[in-house]
């Protein structure tokens, strides 16, 4: 039940899907991680997202720089936005910069 209540809280918070978070916590499974790591991470780029939507030049860019768009959608949508514009990066080094920028330190892991 507490872990049930944690995972709705979550969601709310990071304005997505309890469906969308347990992929993601599977995901982290997957990679090794604990469940629930990329939570923290996604708090981040919560928290770039909201600022690229509040008008924050810098976090507008990395958003336009990478072709994605986050008017009007879901965190999720942007998400899967963002995944589809690392496919596109091929320098690793701008790809690992990009990730840090959006996730915070140990970003890289989130990158697909």
């Known amino acids: 039940m507490k872990e049930s209540f944690q995972l709705g809280r979550d969601a709310r918070t ?5 469906t969308g978070l347990q992929r993601l916590d599977q995901a982290d499974i997957a990679q090794g991680f604990e469940p629930g790591e990329a939570r923290g991470r996604l708090g981040k780029f919560a928290n770039t997202v909201g600022k690229a939507e509040e008008g924050d030049k810098a976090a507008r ?3 336009k720089d990478m072709g994605v768009e986050i008017s009007g959608k ?3 949508q942007i998400l899967n936005q963002v995944a589809e514009a690392f496919d596109r990066i091929q320098d690793p080094a701008k790809r690992a910069h990009e990730a840090v920028v959006l996730f915070g330190r140990g970003g890289q892991v989130m990158i697909p």
Request: no cysteine; net charge negative.
């Open 14 to 18: 990071l304005g997505m899907s309890t």
């Open 61 to 63: 860019e990395v958003f």
């Open 74 to 76: 879901t965190m999720e």
